[in-house]
């Protein structure tokens, strides 16, 4: 089973709330990311997490927040978004520590808008 | 810098028609390499991937690739494509200690 979940599927919010993202992956994998797509572009790569401790965070804004309750889990906390933030976020699981030296598997996203 | 270039933003086939979609890298390490495809509103699915060996190599849903490192590319192939097959398409490349680079996408249109 490759799967990787992420709830929920849609959401909308302003830019004074809190919401938070979820994903989950029962693969046994180690290591687990964040990326941000905006239309016709490419992933983004936003954080990793290696072995529940955040490995890279690639200068995210502070209104982010990831956190890795475990090695199954990866929540995305979100605080005072912006307009520009509305994006399909996704999140990957990968078997090795090493982002870049194995296969990523990405879940459906979450089609996040700011108003 | 590690980069990755797909020359083609959008590529229009017709059903049945032969497949190749071009990838070239510059990286400075041996590199991994990685077939994405995502339909609209998707996440990502993994066609194929190349680590070593065989320079061919088979994916899913028909689609194969072939490594030419005298050329750092990476393109694909599918000899018969179907409608379904309407997609973006990325490749992507990594190494030890480096996360993956994406390249900008190929977007599939397929005629009836």
Redesign the interface.
Request: charged residues 10%; without cysteine; positive net charge.
């Given at each position: 089973d490759t799967e990787v979940t992420q709830t929920p599927k849609h959401l909308v919010m302003g830019m004074t709330n809190k919401k938070s993202l979820k994903c989950e992956q029962h693969m046994g994998h180690r290591a687990m990311y964040w990326y941000k797509q905006k239309a016709k572009k490419p992933p983004e790569l936003m954080f990793v997490y290696s072995y529940e401790k955040l490995s890279i965070n690639e200068s995210v804004p502070s209104r982010f927040s990831p956190e890795c309750p475990n090695s199954s889990l990866l929540n995305l906390h979100l605080h005072a978004l912006q307009p520009e933030d509305s994006a399909l976020y996704l999140c990957a699981s990968s078997l090795s520590r090493d982002p870049g030296s194995y296969e990523q598997y990405f879940g459906p996203g979450t089609r996040l808008t700011v108003t | 810098a590690q980069s990755v270039t797909q020359p083609d933003i959008h590529i229009t086939v017709s059903e049945g028609a032969s497949l190749e979609l071009r990838c070239n890298y510059s990286y400075g390490a041996t590199p991994?390499l990685?077939w994405?495809v995502q339909s609209p509103?998707?996440?990502?699915?993994?066609l194929l991937?190349y680590f070593s060996g065989d320079t061919l190599v088979q994916g899913i849903k028909g689609f194969e690739a072939e490594f030419k490192r005298s050329q750092s590319s990476f393109n694909l192939r599918k000899p018969s494509v179907h409608w379904s097959d309407a997609a973006e398409y990325?490749c992507a490349v990594?190494?030890?200690?480096?996360?993956?680079v994406?390249?900008?996408?190929t977007?599939l249109s397929v005629l009836p």
């Open positions: - | 991994y990685f994405y509103g998707q996440g990502l699915q993994l991937k990325f990594g190494s030890y200690g480096q996360n993956f994406f390249g900008p996408g977007r």
